[in-house]
Nanobody
């Protein structure tokens, strides 16, 4: 059974940092791409970042480029989202998600075609962790 559990959220001042973790159980992360999404009150869930299963290539929404870094530790079966220079507009519930494995070339198309950004493309979700950026 595929399970994802996020942690690391909290209250931080503008300009501060947080590191979110997405721990996987019931499956090995080695073959799964992982996406991070966020949802603010009254807004749609939006893609934040994604990391491939094959070569570790990473993708970011324009709003977080240069501030957020996604990484994976397959030995710990965990994906991280390091968030620096946080802004009040980063306030949201953050979710990690995955989908059943794709072949290498299908995954490349999925990532480079920006399908990674679409919440509907993911099959498995964590419960979310709240991030609040406020002074």
């Amino acid at each position: 059974q595929v399970q994802l559990v996020e942690s690391g959220g909290g209250l931080v001042q503008p300009g501060g940092s947080l590191r979110l973790s997405c721990a996987a159980s019931g499956f090995s992360l080695d073959y799964y791409l992982i996406g991070w999404f966020r949802q603010a009150p009254g807004k749609e869930r939006e893609g934040v970042s994604c990391i491939s299963s094959s070569d570790g290539s990473t993708y970011y929404a324009d709003s977080v480029k240069g501030r957020f870094t996604i990484s994976r530790d397959n030995a710990k079966n965990t994906v991280y989202l390091q968030m620096n220079s946080l802004k009040p507009e980063d306030t949201a519930v953050y979710y990690c998600a995955t989908r059943d494995p794709l072949s290498d070339w299908r995954e490349t198309l999925f990532l480079r075609g920006s399908r990674w950004y679409e919440a509907a493309e993911y099959e498995y979700w964590g419960q979310g962790t709240q991030v609040t950026v406020s002074s």
